[in-house]
């Protein structure tokens, strides 16, 4: 079967998220990466492209030149998918432009910096039937769609309460000065948006959420942290939030909880049993039940569904980590892309970025009210 | 040393807590149970006492009784502390009954059924100056000593931010159905009071977070759940908080959390470190450290506080329990009558019982007002 | 119910064991503690007495008086029972001198220095029938109790390898130092007997291996470690074993594996399942399936067999230690005395102490051999 | 940079240890495969290569086609390296005639079905100083590395015990029914050589026990388990060991305990403290000390050494797995081809390979004698 041939748009020189996207469109021998811009400075994109051994002729110097010369390409030449990984204010101009020239997306989180450009890009894939992910990475973790396909089974019953963490520590050591504090993009309103937090982790929790549950968050009211009055941006916060089924939740996301790497945990509680699962121990699903020993469900075992099992590439008891997860995706893409997609949620859509960039504003919103109930 | 002489009420027939009170103040060899009233019912205490091989002589028909007779013994005779252990609306009566008559009271939780009640015995103490402990039973476990002291002691820092869980899943069984959920005497506002998970549970974790952190929390936000409209008491809670350090938190609670025991969970951020507890493994107390290996501490270690290794029986890898909190507390409340004390917080005081009552209070008052922020 | 009268010899001052047994004979109100020789010298022993408020008059010079007085009681005031707490070297002499005036008897381990003592003590039980504990502590929690009851059903099927290890550090610090080294009593032949390390904890796991499978070891083969030419007591070994029932295993003991506390873990494979249990974590035990999740089973649950819950005091989720196994050991004991024994293994009987003797000679025997097997 | 020209031969179908190799040799952006004999039969080999987008043209018949074939190529297009992914008693011609050929090679463990092959192997490599990396896979995992590198740095003190654990229960269902059993190629003595289990799962613990303590083993006893008579093939093992610098130690190896999955876990004990790691959670590392708490180290941190961070794509908190321990390997081959190895261990090298086949050889031997010690 041929390859998808796959372009690149920024991720170069040491860029991490440049790595996993390389690793992961190879993990199923379905994609080959044939070349992009992996740099504004193209004498950058040039030489990084020479250390990962690419050839030079489709290297481009913009997005524009790339769709120009792309399309003299004959079809089965051309470039079918392409992959955003450029700073994030940038999303929107590329993926609109790779949109309106029929390109297929795989764009990096958050997809927009603000919730009207974000409906712009779903009207444009609405039109044109482009396969669009955004890469909500962890939701191709084989226990996570384990997960969601429990629940869409009913296995514990009507969901009675959410409760999602995301804590991190990084931001910690910067934080509390002045200087320092300056140096991190992050905390840049002009490179970073309306939120630092809630834009960076809180939306993977959100996605999270919706993603496994199989429900929507209605209406939120959330306390943020700026820990600093100079300070215009959150390092933290908690959501309350209220779902479409009628049942209560929370988020929690942090930057300043000192020590944590990359917590994230979900657990959702039903009627009839409740599952927890932990990104940093990612090959495990702990299933609660009223009066029966809790079971720890693992990865690449038989009692894993359909969706679980197809996103393993080697049996149980041989841990698979974020690259995989990643790798789950884009496989989850190639098969959109060939028409083959078998199960529900092979790769994050752009309405979850779209529902992404309107709970940003949402929580932001709710804040600076006075922690008060907004609906999304 | 003689040993305090002790009465308990209630906690007969088939009390769980009455045997965690017994164990307990056998722990040290410093207690003796020399009588009391085990049940309202004078032949079902008298049964009771004939149980637990107890002479029926200082077996009273209720508190007045008991007073009264206790009275008349010589000093070196008379009880010096009274456990109450009966049905939360009668603590106060019998802890009012006790303080103005001078005994030394211990007493289960929550201290009163109102916050006007708690006042009340707090003033009583402080006239008389008893020794009054309330039975926050978690507060004897040597890690959470550890942990107190660590952060007394300055290790993680100044706190930048609290996080609590108290999840237990144990009402999912009964909540769901009309005819179960009326015979719960918690559901029972006459018997519980104007709260269930937040008066039974919620409390705990509010306790803890001030017992531990060594701050106070000012305001809070709460949001809680009742599943039904018919059913009129708390199940489930999440209450937003800021200390008067300034830093904010997240106290949750719930009894909904189908599958949970009795998860009650203690993380506290500092600028330098931060340190994390579960009840449930109780011997070890997670330390987080910005750019080192986060440490596991143990029970029984020399690299413990005093407070630590005093709260300890038995050397490290032997694991303590439930009991063996109470026995510390116990043991406080001991070395309080014998003007022994070494360490601050060998046992919950009187103000503590205060505070939750208090808590009670603003938590249900911040959800009617449609989840505003209240002052404490 | 009237409560048994317990005498002690040893266990004063301040005896980490003495402690246990007190706390544990207390727990379900079964035991009245009347007196005894808590020290050789009389002294000491009275101090120690007055010290936990205990009466004097029924405190004796040595066990010969203890007897000698006790018999003059009537037998409705005299000592039902006497706890065996002295060092090693003296349990043949007390036990013996109890067995023979028609004691009870509860007996900390091992049991005598000799396996030709061992026998003798068993002989004499056998002949009075006398209810006889050997304090393996770790048969009295509730999870090894639900190990040992889901084996005997069958629910692992026949087992085909076992696997149990007793780690422990403490003796690092001293064994690297011969002025060190000679002031450790467990090294020193003439009090602590032929082993150290095996007679202190690879007897608990042998014993540990035969309670729960149900199944005797047939042979050994040994290989231990002295690690200095100079040093005549073993501080490690690892022992291969053959059960009865055909299958083979291996018990590893150490007490020079650097900063391990207690941590004695046991699993037990069969042919239909597993089961894995931490002395450390003594509130789980892991069920291991073919093809399906595997099941952690925690104490205080509905699903547990009746013996296990019989051993627990308070519901799911609050966590029993050391203490509250001990207090199981008592209770089996004070319903044996009270003729009310209801389920298999509620205490470790003379028959453990003894095979435990066994063990320990054979394990020698097989070492000093070079490494031979040797029948049991 | 170049990419290195990597072959392969066997690893085709749906062969998991195919797309092992196949991901782990594109992460680092340093191979590219260009050709092998993926089938000994042409057509599926062509087929396969199809399947995964390879050209045709150097698909070759078999492994004297390829050398042949490729020979006639210029040097700037010739195969580099050589991945042998065939069957077991096909490693030793496969890599013999490349090695002859001057071609580099990674060969899947075990390398050999004899230890005279292996020697002869070794000798070739000798002569023709060609990179030959054996693909013990999980010494290529970040704090396997840095485990090894605080052993090197002396921050245990001498090695005094090692235990070594390797339990899995996947043979299981077959070997209790003698047809089942017959079906499967590991018990079959023609496909799989002298022995199953510690064939296939022994040698990885053997050579982690070497790769990590940097000691060596000089002599075992050791006992097997068949379970049946007419099985011919061990399927579960202990081996007590002696190491050079004088310590002792346990392997124990199993494919009989039910419901584990790839349980290889490592303690080694040392003077002045002691490291544990888990295969199924490999990302973190426990370094147990004397008097101090226990930390628990986890990849990505500032804190690791330089080569457990050289072998991390991405920060903290982000799981890797075992494609990302094997794309380590094939870094460290690259390097080693591109002469740029900068750390000891970045690649399992022959010598590993003939060590492990001389130890199946003497753990057999130690059994048929009747559990004898045997010098290596």
């Not at 390389?22 to 193209?42: C, I, K």
Request: charged share 25%; aromatic share 10%; with cysteine.
């Amino acid at each position: 079967m041929s390859k998808i041939r796959l372009g690149i748009l920024g991720g170069g020189a040491d860029s991490l998220i440049g790595i996993v996207h390389r690793v992961a469109s190879q993990m199923f021998d379905s994609f080959e990466l044939v070349g992009g811009v992996f740099n504004p400075n193209f004498k950058a994109s040039k030489k990084f492209a020479k250390k990962i051994d690419l050839p030079l002729n489709r290297i481009y110097k913009d997005v524009d030149e790339l769709i120009n010369k792309e399309d003299e390409l004959p079809e089965d030449k051309r470039m079918q998918v392409v992959s955003v990984l450029t700073p994030n204010f940038l999303h929107f101009t590329m993926a609109k432009k790779l949109l309106e020239n029929g390109y297929n997306v795989i764009c990096e989180k958050p997809l927009t910096t603000t919730y009207q450009e974000a409906i712009q890009l779903g009207r444009l894939q609405k039109e044109n039937k482009s396969v669009f992910a955004v890469a909500y990475t962890y939701t191709g973790y084989p226990m996570i769609r384990q997960m969601k396909q429990m629940i869409a089974d009913n296995i514990i019953g009507k969901i009675q309460k959410v409760d999602l963490q995301y804590y991190q520590g990084w931001i910690n050591p910067f934080i509390h000065d002045y200087d320092k504090r300056k140096k991190v993009w992050r905390l840049n309103p002009e490179k970073s948006g309306i939120s630092c937090c809630i834009g960076d982790i809180g939306t993977h929790a959100f996605q999270m959420l919706e993603y496994v549950s199989g429900l929507k968050v209605n209406s939120l009211l959330s306390d943020l942290n700026y820990l600093y009055d100079e300070n215009k941006m959150d390092v933290d916060g908690t959501i309350l939030v209220r779902l479409n089924n009628g049942s209560k939740g929370v988020i929690r996301t942090s930057q300043i909880a000192t020590g944590e790497e990359n917590n994230l945990t979900v657990a959702i509680y039903g009627m009839q049993g409740s599952l927890k699962w932990e990104q940093e121990n990612p090959n495990y699903l702990y299933h609660l039940n009223q009066d029966r020993p809790y079971q720890t469900l693992k990865k690449g075992n038989v009692y894993n569904s359909d969706i679980a099992e197809d996103s393993v590439k080697i049996p149980a008891g041989h841990p698979e980590g974020i690259f995989d997860a990643m790798g789950n995706i884009y496989k989850g893409v190639a098969k959109a892309i060939n028409n083959e997609n078998a199960f529900e949620g092979e790769y994050p859509e752009i309405n979850d970025g779209i529902r992404g960039m309107l709970f940003i504003e949402k929580v932001i919103n709710s804040h600076k009210q006075g922690n008060k109930w907004v609906k999304l």
